[in-house]
């Protein structure tokens, strides 16, 4: 399909809470993931949610293994999820470090939900239901804040924790992005 532009901080369209998914299996909505699945590719990325290339949706894509700028990462399985409701499970919060394809060169250490459970639904309509962890359950919860207009800078607790990746991870080969 195509490679779309990735919107950045500052466009007021990252603020905006999108629109829950009505029709699912359609032509629109899949050529959508289509574009989605491109445009996280061509940049390496964790992640992408509909509105980070303009479409207000409540639409997320994710995993599909360790990234160039994510080496590390356990393995997620690629999934596109729709509609997606969130519920903290037991097990309190940890920090790590966090970057957003909207917000290039720079990384934060933010606080997430350990534990999660998820649901929602594939792009045929079928039910998502899985209870997650670690790096698997932090991407979830980075990619949904996108939908309420919720970039990860603004979880940061201490903005100290919070800079270029060239600066604060000198000689690592980790992606300018
Ligand atoms: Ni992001």
């Known amino acids: 399909m195509a490679i779309k532009p990735i919107l950045r901080m500052g466009d007021p369209r ?17 050529a959508l993931i289509a574009d989605m699945e491109d445009t996280m590719r ?18 997320v ?14 393995a997620v399985p690629y999934t ?11 097990g309190g919060t940890e920090s790590e470090w966090e970057g957003c394809l909207s917000v290039p060169g720079m990384r934060g250490l933010v606080p997430r939900y350990r534990r999660l459970r998820y649901r929602g639904f594939d792009p045929w309509g079928r039910p998502i239901d899985r209870t997650v962890e670690g790096f698997h359950a932090r991407v979830v919860q980075h990619e949904v804040d996108h939908l309420d207009g919720v ?19 000198p000689g690592q080969s980790l992606r300018d992005d």
């Open 14 to 30: 990252l603020l905006q809470a999108s629109e829950p998914v009505r029709d699912f299996g359609t032509p629109e909505l899949l």
């Open 42 to 59: 061509a940049a390496h990325g964790a992640g992408l949610a509909a509105p980070q290339i303009g479409v207000l949706s409540r639409l």
């Open 61 to 74: 894509i994710f995993g599909g293994g360790p990234t160039a700028r994510y080496p590390d990462a356990d």
């Open 80 to 90: 596109v999820l729709v509609n997606p409701k969130l519920k903290a499970l037991r």
């Open 151 to 169: 970039l990860y800078p603004t979880r940061i607790k201490d903005l100290r924790k919070f800079g270029f990746i060239e600066e604060l991870f």
